[in-house]
Nanobody
Framework: VQLVESGGGLVQAGGSLRLSCAAS????????MAWFRQTPGKERAFVAS???????TYTDSVKGRFTISRDNPRNTHFLQMNILKPEDTAMYYC???????WGQGTQVSVSS
């Protein structure tokens, strides 16, 4: 199984970014997909997930600002991040929780 993230970058507070995670080596449509984030010295933290049926879950700090979605025919899922805040700065990782599989991460930096 391989997960490849893209879409990170540097943005000003209030801006937007869209992260993508391309998956291979698995039956993509059968799995819940998720995003986590990590800052130096802290544990990796849950951000959002989307079940195989499309049910979404978010950590409280991103509700109303972030949207997770999936495109099963393209084996890809997305994290649309709006109204970004400096505290959203982190390395973002996509994950298949059911397989304990992680991507390499993509850096998101939000300047104030």
């Amino acid at each position: 199984v391989q997960l490849v993230e893209s879409g990170g970058g540097l943005v000003q507070a209030g801006g937007s970014l869209r992260l993508s995670c391309a998956a291979s080596g698995l039956q993509f449509s059968a799995y819940t997909m998720a995003w986590f984030r990590q800052t130096p010295g802290k544990e990796r933290a849950f951000v959002a997930s989307i079940s195989r049926g499309g049910t979404t879950t978010y950590t409280d700090s991103v509700k109303g600002r972030f949207t997770i979605s999936r495109d099963n025919p393209r084996n890809t899922h997305f994290l649309q991040m709006n109204i970004l805040k400096p505290e959203d700065t982190a390395m973002y990782y996509c994950s298949v929780p059911g397989l304990n599989t992680w991507g390499q991460g993509t850096q998101v930096s939000v300047s104030s």
